[in-house]
C-alpha cells in the first residue's frame, strides 16, 4: 500500500492553468445571468486568476483567448500578470465569432477568408511572442449541417495546407496543439471531430504540434483514458482541457460529474509519464461558471483536479503490475479501487498548511472578505462575458 507521506513530493509539481473566459458571465442560449464582482477587464479577470492562485498554490498561469482578451500591449499585460503571482499561459484562437467565418475559417473554401483566419493565427504567435506563452491553441469551429452541404475531403486538404502555414511561423520552444470536438456548432460533420483526425494533423506538421484533449468533446461511454494512453504512448499528447459532462459540452466543474472519469485519466496521465517535472504536457481549465460564483469555482476545479491526482498517486503500480501479471482480475482491480477510495482531504490539508498555503482554500475564500471586496468595488463599466 503506498502512503501519502511517500507521494507528497509529487504533488509540488503540479500546476494548472486557469481560462481567463472563466471568470466572465456565461451561460445558454436560454439565458446569461450576471454575477456580482465579474470582471469588466482583462486586467479583472487576471486578477481573478490570480486571487485563485493564492488561495490553492495550484494555479500559477492564465490561458488567454483572442480577440476576447485583447489590448494594446501584450508586454504590459504580462508584466501586470507577474506582478500578482501568475504568469500569461496558451493563447487560444478564435474564428467562430465572425460572420465571415458562417462556412469555416481555415477549412473555408474561399482563399480570401480562409487566409483571413490563417492570419488570425499569425496574430496570435505575435502574441504569443509578448506574453512569452510557449502554446497557441486551435480548436475549430468548422465542420457542416447536411450531408452533401461540403466537401469534406476539400476542407481536410485545406486544413492541413492552412496548418502548415501556421505551424511554419512558430519559433523556438512554440508549440500548436489542436483540439478536436466531435460536434457543437455543426452538427453533421465536425472537420476535427476526433483525436485521431487531430493526432493525422499534427503528425503531418512536426514535432512542435501535439493534441489537446478536451474531455467534454467525446461521445457518451468514450474510453477517455485509452485516448490518454495512447497519445502519451505516441509523444502527442500536448495539453488538456478539463470539464464535466452530464450530456455534451456542459463546461462544469472537472470532477463534478464523474470524479472516478478523473481519477482514471489522471492514473494513466501517470502511467504514461504525463506527469512530473520532465513532462510537456499542459494541464488547463476549459471552464464556465453560468450559476455558480466564478472564483470559488475554480478553486473548487484546481481542488479536485489535486484531490484525483493524489489519488492516482497512489495506486501501488507495483502491486497493481504483479496482480496483473498473475491474472489475477479482481485483486487488480481492488488494488485500482483501493487508490481510488482512499479520502486524501485530510493529508492534503496539512500539506497545504505546511507550505503555508491555506488548508481549506474554500473556506478560506469564503472568510477572507474578497468576493464582497470585488462585488463593491466592480460596479459601473460592462462585465465581460463568455465571448467578450
Ligand atoms: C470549444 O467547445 C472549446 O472547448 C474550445 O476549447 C474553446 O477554446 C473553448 O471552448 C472556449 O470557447
Ligand atoms: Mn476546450
Ligand atoms: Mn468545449
Known sequence: MTTFAEIAPQLEHQAIEVPSWAYGNSGTRFKVFGTPGTPRTVEEKIADAAAVHRFTGLAPKVALHIPWDLVEDFAALRVYANDLGVELGTINSNTFQDDDYKFG????????????????????????????????????????????????????????????????????????????????????????????TALAHVQALGENASVCLDTGHHAPGTNIEFIVAQLLRLGKLGSFDFNSRFYADDDLIVGAADPFQLFRILFEVIRGGGYGPDSEVAFMLDQCHNVEKKIPGQIRSVLNVQEMTARALLVDRESLEAAQQ????????????????????????????????????MQAYAESGHQETIEAERVGGTQVGWGA
Not at 506574453?131 to 466537401?151: C, F
Not at 486544413?159 to 466531435?182: M, T
Not at 481492488?334 to 482554500?361: C, K, N, Q
Open 326 to 361: 498473475e491474472g489475477d482480475v479482481l485483486g487488480a482491480h481492488e488494488i485500482f479501487m483501493d487508490a481510488f477510495y482512499t479520502d486524501v482531504r485530510a493529508d492534503l490539508a496539512s500539506w497545504r498548511e505546511a507550505r503555508g498555503l491555506p488548508a481549506h482554500p
Open 105 to 196: 475559417g481555415l477549412t473555408h473554401h474561399d482563399p480570401t477568408i480562409r487566409q483571413k483566419a490563417i492570419d488570425h493565427h499569425l496574430e496570435c504567435v505575435e502574441v504569443m511572442g509578448a506574453t512569452g506563452s510557449r502554446d497557441l491553441k486551435i480548436w475549430l469551429a468548422d465542420g457542416s449541417n447536411y450531408p452533401g452541404q461540403a466537401d469534406i475531403r476539400g476542407r481536410q486538404d485545406r486544413l492541413a495546407d492552412s496548418l502548415q502555414a501556421i505551424y511554419a511561423q512558430l519559433s523556438g520552444d512554440q508549440r500548436l496543439v489542436l483540439e478536436y470536438k466531435f460536434f457543437e456548432p455543426a452538427f453533421y460533420h465536425t472537420d476535427v471531430p476526433d483525436w485521431g
